[in-house]
T-cell receptor
């Protein structure tokens, strides 16, 4: 089956720093999503991004489908950005596979 | 507040018990989902309902039985569970099952099976 690898697994940054999270996938996909799970477990869908670039405030995402990777950029990090960031891919038969996530900790 | 409410928030049950998880959405959505999040495994999509019809069952054991009586409510009936079924169970809804429709998640039910 398809493999979804996220890196880095853990990231600790000072407030105000920028960060780049990566998601690699091993096969062609129909769609790709980025999620944020806050420290209390609430999961929020950030982007649907099968290809191209999207921006939403301090967050942006780029997917290069031909090279099978996606990047999530967080600029001017805030403590509320802490949590786990997941990417998930949809491939044949509408299966959804999640990566293991990147745990981000923003220090005040 | 995402508009998706899950109850109970926490549940402890023995392996011989029968219990049900409830999910309710107030967003007018037509698709609802059950996910399982274990401590040591990635998030797993369990079931998908679109317009009250089950459209996906990702090889989930029969001890988990979903029910969708209407587009606003989704249940997960549990019976004879195993300790490895202990996990956070998340419910989500979206406008439909179309690609690009944002999913809104509940806060989850944390289940412990003793």
């Amino acid at each position: 089956g398809i493999q979804v690898e996220q890196s880095p697994p853990d990231l600790i940054l000072q407030e105000g720093a920028n960060s780049t999270l990566r998601c690699n996938f091993s096969d062609s996909v129909n769609n790709l999503q980025w999620f944020h799970q806050n420290p209390w477990g609430q999961l929020i869908n950030l982007f649907y991004i099968p290809s191209g670039t999207k921006q939403n405030g301090r967050l942006s995402a780029t997917t290069v489908a031909t090279e099978r990777y996606s990047l999530l950029y967080i600029s001017s990090s805030q403590t509320t950005d802490s949590g786990v960031y997941f990417c998930a891919v949809e491939y044949r038969d509408d299966k959804i596979i999640f990566g293991k996530g990147t745990r981000l900790h923003i220090l005040p | 507040e995402t508009g998706v409410t899950q109850t109970p928030r926490h549940l402890v049950m023995g392996m011989t018990n029968k219990k049900s998880l409830k999910c309710e959405q107030h967003l007018g959505h037509n698709a609802m989902y059950w996910y399982k999040q274990s401590a040591k495994k990635p998030l797993e999509l369990m079931f998908v309902y679109n317009f009250k019809e089950q459209t996906e069952n990702n090889s989930v054991p029969s001890r988990f039985s979903p029910e969708c009586p209407n587009s606003s409510h989704l249940f997960l009936h549990l019976h004879t569970l195993q300790p490895e079924d202990s996990a956070l169970y998340l419910c989500a809804s979206s406008q439909s099952r179309r690609q690009g429709d944002i999913q809104y998640f509940g806060a989850g039910t944390r289940l412990s099976v003793l």
